[in-house]
């Protein structure tokens, strides 16, 4: 018999009619998974994956608490890749919620079409629909819009720079948690010198700017404010983030190339498509993307060019990824020959260290132009981020406080100070509460349990550097600095990158 797997978050409405829909799906002979059915003493993170995989349906509650969940998202993007084997069907159920979705969760969902239930509508109708989509191959009613997946909210930067530093009173209705990348309009996006160091960058005729940072450090949303800086400032600006690419668009150097192209065009508007100078055989893909940039932006008539790949650690472990990162370099030494190269703004963003991967350092793009690291807040960003959460910590000693549980991590500190004032916590219950499945980090702890748990060599190394044995193998030691799970200038001084994690994974590992 088929299943049903329900994805949601456990706040209302969410969970009322998550228990309602299943109870619904069961009476009519579906068998159902939900979270609460999971059994004391079975180990919930890889439960929740089995049955993930046992599913053939994955209906998901997308509402304003659910899109901040760590768990939803992992969900989410395990149901996507699930789907791209052609093993699940996905559908989306939008709850009192008609907003932009976060950039990774609409990478997923945006060009799947959807269910809106509203407060105050008849359930039974939504769970009548959803009945019949799962059965019957019905389509749920609301088609989205197949605009281009960057669906962070750009707004004027002057409007950000006057709201940057403005302390919100605690329980302030507008102190809510951005998980991803972070709204341009935030009055929480904390700006540091990289930010200033990137701007200097932009203003230059031509730059090559690598921003390398663990996740969940801010990397994305530096270079989404780099993509809006760009188009106000008049450049022509293209973001890509080769996280939103499919399997088989990677599948060769020259399905890469030809869709980086291929977005290009459609980003740009412009009159030259790639199909009207690909050659493959005579210029090879290197040199046809290379034409196409030349012929069809880079003519010196327009604007200048901004090109921001995000995420192209995904590329690393592929087997053309010698020729991808050369041809990318190349595209940085043509300005030397070809002035209109100098039209080329070229910016790379990764967390995972490239030296592992790219032999010849001459073919590689990443230790070329301006490089900048992103890391965590220090003391000064945490007190200025707890000002404008209304300062739920009291003292310097407070904020001291905080950062001896989470360091200086960014996600962290802003989700503590998020709790702080919403819920009115004290730090005492703060630390209290910190490691449990049910704290306020649970399902930040839980993704990357789940993580490691799919992965026994990881697990292993994680449990050894949580009883200060150190990393013995530098692959796997990078691979964590990128996730943002350890610190440590090498492998033997590698440790976990904060005292909560520190108690939760020597407790759960």
């Given amino acids: 018999m088929s299943q049903v797997f329900l994805s949601y978050r456990h706040v209302p409405p969410d969970e009322h009619l998550a228990e309602g829909l299943c ?12 979270d609460k059915q999971i059994r004391i003493g079975l180990d919930w993170v890889a439960e929740i994956d089995r049955q993930l995989r046992a599913s053939d349906s994955f209906v998901v509650f997308l509402s304003e608490g659910s899109i901040r969940s760590d768990m939803v998202r992992q969900e989410i993007q395990t149901a996507h890749e699930i789907r791209q084997e052609g093993k699940m069907v996905i559908f989306p159920v939008r709850l009192g ?56 909210s750009f707004a004027d930067p002057t409007v950000v720079a006057e709201r940057k530093g403005i302390p919100l009173p605690a329980a302030d209705p507008r102190i809510v948690m951005e998980t991803g990348t972070i709204r341009l309009d935030s009055p929480f996006y904390v700006r540091r010198k990289e930010d200033e160091a990137a701007e200097r960058c932009l203003a230059q005729s031509w730059s090559t700017i690598v921003v390398k ?54 980003t740009l508007k412009t009159t030259i498509q790639p199909a009207d100078v690909w050659d493959s055989d005579l210029l090879g893909e290197k040199g046809s993307f290379a034409e196409f940039l030349t012929r069809a932006i ?76 992103l890391g965590d807040f220090n003391r000064d960003h945490v007190a200025d981020l707890n000002a404008r959460h209304g300062s739920p910590l009291h003292s310097l000693e407070e904020i001291a406080g905080l950062m001896d549980l989470v360091g200086g991590h960014p996600y ?35 993704r990357h349990l789940w993580a490691l748990l799919q992965n026994d060599r990881l697990r292993a ?44 994974f020597s407790l759960h590992l």
């Fill in 412 to 446: 962290l500190v802003r989700q503590a100070l998020y709790v702080l004032a919403n819920e009115r916590w004290s730090l005492v219950r703060l630390r209290e509460e910190a490691p449990k499945d049910t704290g306020p980090f649970g399902d930040h702890l839980r």
């Fill in 298 to 373: 880079l003519d010196g008539s327009s604007s200048p060019v901004v090109l921001i790949l995000d995420e192209v650690d995904r590329l690393f472990d592929r087997l053309y990824r010698g020729d991808f990162f050369a041809a990318v370099r190349g595209w940085h030494n043509n300005r030397a020959t070809d002035e209109a190269w100098e039209n080329l703004h070229l910016v790379l963003g990764h967390a995972t260290d490239p030296a592992l991967w790219i032999e010849n350092l001459n073919e590689s793009p990443f230790n070329v132009g301006d490089r900048l690291r």
């Fill in 23 to 34: 109870a619904y799906l069961e009476e009519r002979g579906l068998r159902v998974f939900i």
């Fill in 97 to 152: 919620f008609e907003g932009k979705l976060p950039y990774d969760l609409a990478s997923y969902l945006n060009r799947i079409q959807y269910a809106l239930w509203k407060p105050g509508d008849p359930a039974e109708k939504l769970f009548a629909l959803l009945h019949a989509a799962i059965t019957e191959g019905a389509s749920l009613p609301v088609t989205p819009s197949l605009d281009d997946p960057m669906v962070v």
């Fill in 461 to 504: 190394v994680v449990a050894k550097i949580a009883k200060g044995g150190g990393c013995g193998d530098e692959a796997l030691f990078h691979r964590l600095l990128a996730s943002g799970l350890v610190e440590g200038e090498t492998r033997f001084e590698a440790r976990l990158r904060c005292a909560l994690y520190q108690q939760y």
């Fill in 213 to 266: 940072g663990p996740r969940q450090s801010g990397k994305s949303s530096l270079l989404a404010r780099m993509h809006a800086l760009s188009k106000r400032d008049g450049r022509r600006s293209v973001y890509l983030d080769f996280q939103t690419f499919d399997e088989p668009q990677l599948a060769s150097l020259g399905t890469t190339l030809q869709t980086l192209a291929r977005r290009i065009a459609r």
